[in-house]
Structures are given as structure tokens and as C-alpha cells.
């Protein structure tokens, strides 16, 4: 079992920035692709980004590319996310996920095996 936990959330005004973590609980972090969703209300969960186990590649929802820039440290069995020039459409809960894939991003929510809770994201205009 899997636990990840994020931090960093919380409001900015358009066009700033934030810098999601998402600590994972085991020592087996480096195997796992790492990825983050965001769910706005009355909307699915949507991808945003994700990142193989190395690092090595990224791959970003549209919507993030340019902006977003997605990172992890092994050694610290941590994921980020950097987020910059912020749009009040980018408001939402955020979520760090954990896939078994290793070697592969999926984009859709049920490849992923372990969730974190979710931070909250405000973006005012």
C-alpha cells in the first residue's frame, strides 16, 4: 500500500505561481510512474501531468504545456508540480496519483493504483 500525501495549495491571484509536493510512504517510490489530476466542481478528473520513474519523461495535458512543468526526487519519494501563470480556469482540487506502469504515463484516472487526498487550488481573477 501507497500513501501519498500533498501540500502546497491555496490561493494566488491570475498569473502567479504555486508548487504542489506529493510525499509518497514507500520505499519503493522510484518504480512507480507519478502522476497529477485536478477535478474542478461539477467536473470529472481531468489529467494534468505525469512523469516515468526516472524522470526521464513527461508528457502534460494540453492545457498545462508551457506553464507546468512536472518533477519528482527519488531520493525524497517526492512528485511536483511547479505551476505558473495561473488561470482562474486552473481552480480546482488537485491530486497526486501513483501507477505501477513504470515506464508508461496513462492519462486516464483508473490506470492509476494509489491516490492522495487532494489540495485545494484557487485561482482569483
Known amino acids: 500500500q501507497v500513501q501519498l500525501v500533498e501540500s502546497g495549495g491555496g490561493l494566488v491571484q491570475a498569473g502567479g505561481s504555486l508548487r504542489l509536493s506529493c510525499a509518497a510512504s514507500?520505499?519503493?517510490?522510484?518504480?512507480?510512474?507519478m502522476g497529477w489530476f485536478r477535478q474542478a466542481p461539477g467536473k470529472e478528473r481531468e489529467f494534468v501531468a505525469g512523469?516515468?520513474?526516472?524522470?526521464?519523461?513527461?508528457y502534460y495535458a494540453d492545457s498545462a504545456k508551457g506553464r507546468f512543468t512536472i518533477s519528482r526526487d527519488n531520493a525524497k519519494n517526492t512528485v511536483y508540480l511547479q505551476m505558473n501563470s495561473l488561470k482562474p480556469e486552473d481552480t480546482a482540487i488537485y491530486y497526486c496519483?501513483?501507477?505501477?506502469?513504470?515506464?508508461?504515463?496513462?492519462?486516464?484516472?483508473?490506470?492509476?493504483?494509489?491516490w492522495g487526498q487532494g489540495t485545494q487550488v484557487t485561482v482569483s481573477s
Open positions: 496519483a501513483a501507477d505501477k506502469a513504470r515506464g508508461l504515463i496513462y492519462t486516464s484516472s483508473s490506470d492509476f493504483d494509489y
Open positions: 514507500t520505499r519503493t517510490f522510484s518504480t512507480y510512474t
Open positions: 512523469i516515468i520513474w526516472s524522470g526521464g519523461r513527461t
